[in-house]
């Protein structure tokens, strides 16, 4: 191939490249830089929250003893209840022991505050009220392992079906003491709330309006290691709204 032919050839291959540049650059693919993303590395578990408080209503000027569930406690925290200090013992990270202090009638924030300084805040959840019917939130208790009722417990429902009855709704928990696996525990409290609405039920109250549900030995109303810690846990609590 002469050296002239060779030329026009070369520069019949350049020519597309110098169109494009004219036209409008190169097409080559721009790199975008990936967006930098933050990583919270607070696990959901282990964020400070109040979830609730029990006995949720009490009566007026009256020192209570209850439970404050949530997540998050840690060692030294702090519980006041409509800026009172309310004694906390930690049962675990998601379950305080705590006194309330006797407090006029009214609706009041719950506060719990970590050693850190981080705080939770469950709002209006203490309520305080004169007039609280005894049939509207009671305990009935078992027997080690059971869920029958026993002559106690009978006599305990009975004198308080009248009232139930003009209950908008009932709810019923079930629970059981420390001994026994998680499993078993959570049936076993099943099956104790589920006597109770039996019994209820079979008194004539509609069976539609009774709930049940079971915690089995997570949520005990005595954290002691004893037959007389363990004798107020095994239970099922009734609680009535208009």
Sequence with gaps: MSTSR???LYALLLLPVVIGGAQGGCKCKKVVPETETVVDTVKVEDALKVV??????VRPMIDQSGT???SGFKDGIKVDVGGKDATAVMRDSNTLRVKVPGLAE???DVTATNPDGTSSVLRRGYIVKGGIDDCKSFTVNFDYDKDKLRGDANQELGK???CLKQAGSINIAGHADERGTTEYNLALGQ???ETVKGYLTNA???ASKVKTVSYGEERPVDSGHDESAWAKNRRADVNATE
């Design 6 to 8: 060779f030329r026009l």
């Design 52 to 57: 609730s408080i029990e006995p949720s209503t």
């Design 68 to 70: 404050v569930f949530g």
């Design 106 to 108: 009214g609706e009041y």
């Design 160 to 162: 308080r079906v009248t």
């Design 191 to 193: 099956r104790r709330a």
């Design 204 to 206: 004539g109250i509609t």
